[in-house]
């Protein structure tokens, strides 16, 4: 349908433009990776066992409930395999997915906050954040927890703006039906974010305490006990202190304290993370804050943006154990308000000093990323065309176009195009260069599909000190695998009646082989000691290996 206001061709190329962009970060080779472990294949044989048992309620992990999470993730998951089978593709659907709506959301709250150019280009810079490109793709719990904890932040507030009283204040009831989701996907944290935020925002941002205040309160608390409630009573009826032990306290109290792991991280680990998390965006976030410090006025809106993400990093800043992905809820807000300093720079007769420096820095930052890269392609522990030096190529390219329209005047452009193109092209050289590259190097999908392919109902299947990789092995075999860990273990499993096949290091195999344990290589294949990437993000390069597929060797000639 044609908008009125708008030229045809104009809209055309705009849609065009965001449909490049959805295809790029969402949608391109979304089956293709194997699954990542051992976060999403966790996910992945969790939903698979659940649809096999019919077990649309209790959460299954190797046929034993597992508390880890609420099920409204795995639901959605088991959906989608029964749509489209258990595949790779069908397992990251919903994250994908999720992210178009969380688009969707940054873009229409942005538009409401401030105005259309804002809301516009917040949705393009969370779009391509590096962040955003790899959890649209991977699938695990996050981004749908996003999409519903905030999306329903952002229905209940503007809900709470709308100076008329009128439709927008029902804009609240849809929020807290969304925020009963968030806890049905990740638990009550949904409620300890959101309730938090409102308070720091009564505290920061007086002209919205009125507002805030007058919302139905009572009723929405109602809604989300109504919705969400029900499934944790109904688990605690079924399994009573198991579910208390697993759940409430395992996988909430006993995380946050620091009880279950120890401290992990320091306490300055998610401001780094939300600092380098938002490049090349971020100069303009420290910009803002820069003129805040001088004297310029924090609007209400900014007040409510800047709210939300110190919870959301503070709250995590507090817990005892601290994972990367944790704090991207706070992601939105901050793209808002880096696309609200974009819009100062570009419509204010004066530009703010600090926005207009952060706003110098975002192309430094490319060119700086695409220089560092060049070399440390080198460093990377695969077998990488040549054609991977199109990377730095193209970020570099992108900060000498940005630099040049940032020069004319030190006012942006109405959206980032230059910068925005340089991370398209570096995200399309990384899907159709390095995906195929790291893929050679994870060997579990093949190794797990010999077995599948060649061992009968009865036959055994383990797995000799590979824990990392028990998740996609159990979902690619198909069934239930044993989890090896001692030399005593194998002995006892390759005891038992009957054919039995094992995946083990070639290292491993070596070992035993030397203590005496009498094992026959079936299957042999190279590969790398870690399948997350987290460990080339890290600089420690993860070790090789031959990873391999053993039976018992047989006890006699023609055995």
């Known amino acids: 349908m044609h908008v009125p206001g708008r030229p045809l061709p104009r809209l055309l190329l705009v849609i065009a433009g965001w449909a490049v962009v ?62 489209f089978g258990a595949t790779e593709l069908a397992a990251r659907l919903v994250s994908s997915l999720s992210a178009l709506g969380l688009l969707a959301a940054i873009g229409w709250f942005g538009s409401r906050l401030f105005n259309r150019d804002v809301g516009r280009n917040g949705a393009l810079m969370f779009a391509v954040l590096p962040a955003t490109f790899a959890l ?9 927890f996003t999409l519903f904890l905030f999306s329903g932040c952002a229905l209940v507030t503007v809900a709470a703006l709308d100076e008329e009283g009128g439709l927008g204040t029902g804009l609240q009831y849809p929020g807290y039906v969304l925020l009963a989701a968030a806890v049905l996907t990740k638990g009550p944290l949904a409620l300890v974010l959101a309730g938090l935020a409102f308070l720091v925002s009564l505290a920061v941002a007086p002209a919205a305490r009125a507002p805030l205040m007058r919302l139905r309160w009572g009723r929405g608390l109602l809604i989300v006990a109504v919705l969400g409630a029900p499934w944790f009573i109904y688990m605690w009826w079924h399994f009573g202190d198991a579910f208390i032990l697993g759940y409430a306290l395992r996988e909430n109290v006993y995380l946050f304290t620091g009880s279950l792991y120890g401290s992990q991280r320091s306490m300055l680990f998610y401001p780094k993370v939300m600092l380098v998390g938002l490049l090349p965006w971020t100069p303009l976030l420290i910009g803002r804050l820069v003129d805040a410090a001088r004297g310029l006025r924090i609007s209400t809106p900014e007040r409510l943006l800047w709210s939300w993400a110190a919870v959301v990093v503070g709250f995590f800043t507090l817990s005892g154990f601290k994972l990367d992905h944790y704090v991207f809820p706070a992601a939105p807000a901050l793209c808002i308000l880096c696309a609200h300093a974009w819009n100062q720079a570009r419509t204010a007769s004066q530009p703010p000093v600090g926005i207009t420096a952060g706003l110098a820095a975002i192309p430094l930052l490319l060119l700086v990323a695409g220089t560092v890269l060049v070399p440390g392609l080198n460093r990377v522990p695969l077998e990488l065309p040549s054609a991977v030096r199109l990377l730095p190529i193209a970020l570099i390219a992108s900060g000498l176009a940005m630099t040049a329209q940032v020069a ?13 193109a340089g991370l398209l092209a570096s995200y399309a050289i990384v899907i159709t260069i390095g995906l195929p590259a790291f893929e050679q190097m994870k060997p579990t999908r093949r190794l797990a599909r010999i077995v599948a392919n060649n061992a009968a109902a009865d036959d055994h299947i383990g797995m000799f000190r590979l824990n990392r990789w028990s998740s996609s092995w159990r979902f690619y075999v198909g069934r239930h695998s044993e989890r090896l860990e001692t030399t005593d273990d194998l002995r006892r499993f390759l005891a038992r009646p009957g054919r039995h096949y094992c995946a083990m290091t070639r290292r491993d195999y070596d070992r035993l082989a030397a203590e005496g344990v009498r094992l026959r290589v079936v299957h042999q294949e190279p590969g790398l000691f870690t399948t997350t990437g987290r460990s080339l993000r890290s600089g420690a390069p993860p070790g090789r290996d031959a990873f391999i597929i053993v039976t018992e060797e047989p006890a006699s000639p023609g055995a």
């Open 22 to 83: 959805c295809w790029v970060v969402f949608g391109w080779r979304l089956g293709y990776p194997s699954f990542w472990d051992p976060d999403e294949a966790t996910y992945a044989e969790t939903s698979r066992e659940m649809l096999a048992a019919h077990s649309w309620l209790v959460p299954l992990y190797d046929g034993q409930p597992f508390f880890d999470k609420p099920p409204l993730f795995y639901i959605l998951q088991m959906a989608s395999f029964r749509l």
């Open 136 to 144: 649209s793709s991977y699938a695990i719990v996050d981004m749908t």
């Open 408 to 420: 004319r005047g030190w006012r942006p452009p109405s959206f980032p195009l230059a910068a925005v």
